[in-house]
């Protein structure tokens, strides 16, 4: 079973490629959508986060208010850090379990994980192949600002907030440029999944 972690920036076209590779039949294990399960109102997760930064994060329909603890950890390193330290032990475990799961229902499968934080805290994993969405900065602000309705400074504090593309594209065994249309990045995704289903 091919294990492929792909990631990029935010406005990246990461989502363009994961539904391209989902439409070839891939199996997409979402991290975004990991973290959201494993912080669901009740979870474990949820409760240390409320007792590290306060009951102010919780709704009153106890489920984690997004905003207002990104408020608090944006911009603050240490915060940051205390926070990654509760969700990416379970993002990581819950992965692994649906990981071993797809390859359980299938084992020829291809099993793409869809992970913006890969250079953050997943890339010494055994992926079988790392693929890249990029592209230019100037571009994913312009989406952030026109296609997602963000001002242009929470945009860049977002961008800022992540690796350097140059961090990014170091670990690539393969980059999709996305600065140009939808169809030529899923012209470069339908030969990625080529070269994948060949070897």
Request: aromatic share 4%.
């Given at each position: 079973m091919p294990l492929?972690?792909?990631?990029?920036?935010?406005?990246?076209?990461?989502?363009?490629?994961?539904?391209?590779l989902a439409d070839h039949g891939?199996?997409?294990?979402?991290?975004?959508?990991?973290?959201?399960?494993?912080?669901?109102?009740?979870?474990?997760?949820?409760?240390q986060i409320a007792e590290a930064f306060g009951d102010s994060v919780i709704t009153a329909e106890g489920a984690l208010d997004r905003a207002s603890l990104g408020a608090k950890v944006f911009g603050?390193?240490?915060?940051?850090?205390?926070?990654?330290?509760?969700?990416?032990p379970a993002v990581?475990?819950?992965?692994?379990?649906?990981?071993?799961?797809?390859?359980?229902?299938?084992?020829s499968a291809v099993v793409v994980?869809?992970?913006?934080?890969?250079?953050?805290?997943?890339?010494d994993d055994p992926w079988d192949l790392i693929v890249v969405a990029h592209a230019p900065v100037a571009e994913r602000l312009r989406r952030l600002v026109e296609l997602r309705g963000m001002d242009e400074r929470s945009a860049q504090e977002r961008i800022d907030a992540q690796v350097s593309d140059d961090r990014r594209l170091a670990i690539a065994d393969v980059v999709i440029d996305t600065a140009g249309t939808i169809e030529e990045?899923?012209?470069?995704?339908?030969?990625?999944?080529?070269?994948?289903?060949a070897q």
């Open positions: 492929i972690a792909l990631t990029g920036g935010i406005a990246s076209g990461k989502s363009t490629i994961a539904r391209r891939a199996i997409i294990v979402d991290a975004d959508q990991i973290v959201r399960d494993v912080q669901a109102p009740g979870s474990p997760v949820l409760q603050d390193s240490e915060l940051l850090a205390r926070l990654n330290g509760i969700v990416h990581r475990a819950e992965s692994q379990r649906r990981f071993e799961e797809a390859q359980a229902a299938d084992p994980y869809d992970v913006p934080l890969l250079v953050e805290a997943r890339v990045t899923r012209t470069q995704t339908d030969a990625l999944w080529e070269r994948v289903r």
